[in-house]
């Protein structure tokens, strides 16, 4: 600030007749063709390149728009496809949960037929056997009652001191078996 005082300073006094202001004034033709040039300028600035500059930073701000909004629809797709998987991975688990519980039913179905298939078999063993045992002991008790009936039939001739025919010791034998069986028949 100092130094542009002492510049005025000096030209007030260096000049001899029009005072200071010539050396800070331009000239009357610079100041013509500096405002010609500024206004050619300014003509060609506000023809071809503040339309061009306007143009670019319109097309700037579409392509920038327009890659906003292709941005938005690609996070709304990505979105919606995150959705869909969600949705399918839900399904799945839902599907998986339902073949789980199908298969536990299953399983415990075959399971219980399972047990049931043994449960008869074994009754039927059991009942088997007992017919088995069954017969072996009418079996036994019929062994019995002949062994009875033929040592009765040897102890009837040696009373009798005769001989029994054949036939008619097989009758009273089946006779004796047939008595024993009434009389086992009833006490039990």
């Known amino acids: ?50 339309p061009a500059a306007k143009k ?3 097309q700037r701000e579409d392509k920038i728009r327009a890659d906003l909004e292709k941005a938005e629809e690609a996070r709304q797709a990505a ?8 949705s399918r991975i839900a399904k799945a688990r839902e599907e ?16 219980k037929e399972i047990l049931a298939k043994a449960e008869a078999q074994a009754n039927e063993i059991v009942q ?10 009418r079996q036994a008790m019929a062994d019995v009652y002949r062994e009875a009936g033929k040592v009765a039939v040897e ?3 040696k009373i009798v001191g005769e001989v029994i025919d054949s036939d008619l010791q097989r009758r009273l034998v089946e006779q004796y078996i047939r008595d ?9």
Do not use: C
Not at 98 to 110: D, N, Q
Not at 128 to 137: C, D, F, V
């Open 96 to 111: 998986a949960n339902t073949i789980l519980e199908e298969a536990r039913k299953t399983a415990e179905g075959l399971r």
């Open 128 to 137: 088997r056997a007992r017919l088995e045992a069954e017969n072996e002991r």
């Open 1 to 50: 600030m100092r130094s542009a005082l002492v510049v005025l300073a000096a030209a007030a006094e260096g000049s001899a007749g029009g005072g200071g202001a010539d050396l800070l004034l331009p000239h009357t033709e610079e100041l013509i063709w500096g405002t010609i040039s500024f206004l050619v300028l300014l003509g060609v600035l506000l023809k071809i390149a503040f």
């Open 79 to 86: 979105d919606s496809l995150l959705d869909e998987y969600r």
């Open 155 to 157: 102890l009837a001739e």
């Open 56 to 58: 670019a930073l319109q």
């Open 180 to 188: 024993v069986e009434a009389l086992a028949s009833s006490t039990e």
